[in-house]
């Protein structure tokens, strides 16, 4: 059966990740989706410990969500949550989407993904329970949905009766990946961040030593 609370008095979204660092492809993805799908706010959730990232070269949690904060602090529908970061142990999407559904009661929950990130979400941990608790809102890579999105998308609700909408947004070619490489160089990432995160990340020397 499809996620479904049409009588839900706030539509939020969901970005999570491990924004290692937040970057500008993070903030444009989030605010086409604020603006598409009339959220009332995006919620920026980075992870504790996945059990699918390699921790070694990973910043701490709190360096992470203070570089969020920084990030999103001129925004005032985009707010930051520690909920994944303050648990013990192995962080799961499945189950942060059902506890966020038991403690907001009167929130539709979007949960927004990258293209890539859907074609392994069966892999992911108990993949029924993330469908059961959210609508998917995937953004295509390209800006336009292809031929095999669709069909994914069709298999998905086929199978998991997952709600999915697929988002129409600028195909912003930056990841983490590629700041802490060019950190890692002496490159400059100045217009893949903000300013103020760019600021940061210099001062504290973040990602200079990072294994890529």
């Known amino acids: 059966m499809a996620y479904d609370r049409q009588n839900a008095k706030h539509k939020t979204g969901i970005i999570g990740g491990t924004f290692n ?14 603006d598409k799908l009339g959220l009332e706010k ?38 930051s949550s520690d909920h994944e970061i303050k648990k013990t142990g ?9 506890e966020l559904n038991d403690l907001y009661p009167d929130d539709e929950l979007y949960f927004i993904i990258g293209e890539d990130s859907i074609y392994n979400i069966e892999t992911w941990y108990k993949p029924q329970m993330i469908f059961d608790n959210c609508v998917l809102v ?9 031929a095999k999105l669709i069909d994914m998308k069709e298999h998905l609700a086929g199978v998991y009766g997952a709600a999915i909408c697929l988002l129409n947004t600028p195909d912003i070619d930056i990841s983490s990946s590629m700041i802490r490489e060019r950190m890692s160089q002496g490159k400059s990432i100045k217009y893949y961040v903000p300013d103020s ?15 890529i």
Request: hydrophobic residues 40%; glycine residues 4%; negative net charge.
């Open 197 to 211: 995160v760019e600021k940061v990340i210099m001062s504290k020397g973040y990602y200079k030593q990072q294994v």
């Open 90 to 98: 192995n962080t799961y999407t499945a189950e942060t989407l059902k």
């Open 42 to 79: 995006v919620v920026f959730m980075p992870t504790g410990k996945s059990y699918l990232k390699d921790q070694s070269v990973i910043l701490p949690s709190n360096e992470r969500l203070m570089l969020i904060d920084e990030a999103i602090k001129d925004n005032a529908h985009f707010v």
């Open 138 to 146: 995937v953004a295509p890579r390209g800006h336009e949905p292809d």
């Open 21 to 34: 660092p937040i970057h500008l492809g993070h903030l444009i993805l989030a605010e086409n989706a604020y």
